[in-house]
Structure formats: structure tokens, C-alpha cells
């Protein structure tokens, strides 16, 4: 994922905050941004190749 530095920066104490690896904080961020948008995320979905 490319981000700009100042980006990273706020996940990376965000992480730290909040006790989780940057890896970790992440996924909780998407997973949010997405149940906001009104997603579903499909567990049971492989990976893509280059995604």
C-alpha cells in the first residue's frame, strides 16, 4: 500500500495507542471505512494475485 509519510505516521501511533501492529490497525481501519459505506466483506473470498 502506498500512503503518504504523514498518513503513516498517525496509523502507526494510532496502532501503538491502541495496542495492535500497524498490519493489524490497517484492517481495522478498512474494515470501518468499509461497514461505514454500507460493505459486506466476504470472509470466505481468496485472496487476488497482485491485489
Same mark, same amino acid.
Not at 6 to 30: F, I, K, P, T
Given at each position: 500500500?502506498?500512503?503518504?509519510?504523514? +498518513?503513516?505516521?498517525? +496509523? !502507526?501511533?494510532?496502532?501503538?495507542? !491502541?495496542?495492535?501492529? +500497524?498490519?493489524? &490497525?490497517? =484492517? +481495522?481501519?478498512? %474494515?470501518?471505512?468499509?461497514? %461505514? %459505506?454500507?460493505?459486506?466483506? /466476504? =470472509? &470466505?473470498? $481468496? $485472496?487476488? /494475485?497482485?491485489?
Amino acid at each position: 500500500m502506498r500512503t503518504s509519510p504523514g +498518513v503513516m505516521a498517525a +496509523v !502507526e501511533r494510532l496502532a501503538a495507542a !491502541e495496542l495492535r501492529s +500497524v498490519n493489524a &490497525q490497517l =484492517e +481495522v481501519l478498512l %474494515r470501518e471505512a468499509l461497514h %461505514r %459505506r454500507g460493505l459486506s466483506i /466476504d =470472509e &470466505q473470498a $481468496p $485472496p487476488k /494475485d497482485g491485489a
